[in-house]
T-cell receptor, first 114, second 111 residues
């Protein structure tokens, strides 16, 4: 049973054309994260929500934004995708905020930018 | 810069053999070291984790060895099976709630 669901599995967009990736969870977890993973690189945290409290990583480009309209859903918006934004985007959740918390990942959305 | 360095990038092991993946870190503030396993088409899933107050943690065929003085930790998979073929990520975190991942190791266990 999928607990963290990401749609779509593959997304193709054009250079500069806004794109939205979605994530939903059935775990009722308080924290939702977005990671960017480029080929052969480590997943990199972009931002996270603790409930409605948004936390942006210092080096996340302004081109990336996020919305969490309710506990279950979280969206990643890329306002003007560049070629360098092509990557796997992973959504994750944790029950609470804390470094000992277990992360639950979705299957990811592979974004291609043409 | 890479907070957690992982090696090797890929590993091929015979069925029944021992798979060993190594990670090293610099930040002594890290206080929690999980390993995640990722199968193709799936997201990473927590496999096993260790705190620095112990030098070893074992769960079934999976063991983490931790060397605090060397700032290194490793994953050992005993009696490796084809079903263990996956990508393995080490990670480190601290009270800042930020998880730093290694670059991953692609493990292939051949029958």
């Amino acid at each position: 049973d999928a607990m963290v669901i990401q749609n779509p599995r593959y997304q193709v967009t054009q250079f500069g054309k806004p794109v939205t990736l979605s994530c939903s969870q059935t775990l009722n977890h308080n924290v939702m994260y977005w990671y960017q993973q480029k080929s052969s690189q480590a997943p990199k945290l972009l931002f996270h929500y603790y409930d409605k409290d948004f936390n942006n990583e210092a080096d996340t480009p302004d081109n990336f934004q996020s919305r969490r309209p309710n506990t279950s859903f979280c969206f990643l918006d890329i306002r003007s995708p560049g070629l360098g934004d092509a990557a796997m985007y992973l959504c994750a959740t944790s029950r609470e905020k804390g470094y000992l918390e277990k992360l639950f990942f979705g299957s990811g959305t592979q974004l291609s930018v043409l | 810069q890479q907070q957690v360095k992982q090696s090797p990038q890929s590993l091929i092991v015979q069925k029944g053999g021992i798979s060993i993946i190594n990670c090293a870190y610099e930040n002594t503030a890290f206080d929690y070291f999980p390993w995640y396993q990722q199968f193709p088409g799936k997201g990473p899933a927590l496999l096993i984790a260790i705190r620095p107050d112990v030098s070893e943690k074992k769960e079934g065929r999976f063991t983490i060895s931790f060397n605090k003085s060397a700032k290194q930790f490793s994953l050992h998979i005993m009696d490796s099976q084809p079903g263990d073929s996956a990508t393995y990520f080490c990670a480190a975190s601290n009270t800042g709630n930020q998880f730093y991942f290694g670059t991953g190791t692609s493990l292939t266990v051949i029958p």
